[in-house]
């Protein structure tokens, strides 16, 4: 079964300080699409960034980045300066080519403290 | 005015109403989709459309049925309401030639308590 877990379930970071999110999943898929999605308090789901497997190159989008490690089968999303609207669930998500459905992780609670 | 539409936003029902949630979109996507989100467990699939004709379970359809009215609108029924329903849905719709580059576009989430 393809499964995606999120391994720590609620993290905390001072405000302006980096932090990573872990995300691992299992597929026997080659080809596929990664994303993150942010949950703030509004409930609203807000795509933060995503990666296509066939690259190596990872992903940034302004203070978002990922390190993607196809091998380990790992896609950790890295929050540079954070900032207190940076706090919010955090999804991880794939999806393999050609098909319909994302997998989600169970997500990671995010707090930036002021 | 938003791409993805849910109504209600918050709703609190009793045990054995019929509820039914409602989904609308703009976007103009042909693939629509319920989710509920619960703590803990993310987001699972409850029932999937491609088009108006083609409607299928996901992963945890039981309880539940659904109806695409339109390529605009998509339904959720909750037939008998049980507290373990309780839950956030989420409506979510693809570009079925575009799901990789943009993913879902999620609507705001109805928050059910079923009491």
């Known amino acids: 079964a393809q499964t995606v877990t999120q391994s720590q379930p609620e993290m905390s970071v001072q405000e302006a300080e980096t932090v990573t999110l872990s995300c691992t999943y299992d597929?026997?898929?080659?080809?596929?699409?990664l994303f993150w999605y942010k949950q703030p308090p509004s409930r609203q789901m807000i795509l933060v960034i995503r990666q296509e497997a066939y690259k190596q190159q990872n992903a940034t989008e302004n203070r978002f980045s990922v390190n993607f490690q196809k091998a380990a089968k790992s896609f950790s999303l890295k929050i540079s300066d954070s900032q207190l609207g940076d706090t919010a669930m955090y999804f991880c998500a794939f999806i393999p080519k050609g098909t319909y459905k994302y997998i989600f992780g169970t997500g990671t609670r995010l707090k930036v403290l002021a | 005015d938003a791409d993805v539409t849910q109504t209600p936003r918050n709703r609190i029902t009793k045990t054995g109403k019929r509820i039914m949630l409602e989904c609308s979109q703009t976007k103009g996507h042909d693939r629509m989709y319920w989710y509920r989100q619960d703590p803990g467990l993310g987001l699972r699939l409850i029932y999937y459309?491609?088009?108006?004709?083609?409607?299928n379970k996901g992963e945890i359809s039981d309880g539940y049925s659904v109806s695409r009215q339109a390529q605009a609108k998509f339904s959720l029924s909750l037939e008998s309401a049980i507290p373990n329903q309780t839950a956030l849905y989420f409506c979510a719709t693809s570009d079925s030639r575009q799901l990789a580059n943009y993913g879902y576009t999620f609507g705001s989430g109805t928050r059910l308590t079923v009491v």
């Open positions: 459309s491609f088009d108006v004709k083609d409607i």
């Open positions: 597929t026997s898929e080659n080809n596929y699409y």
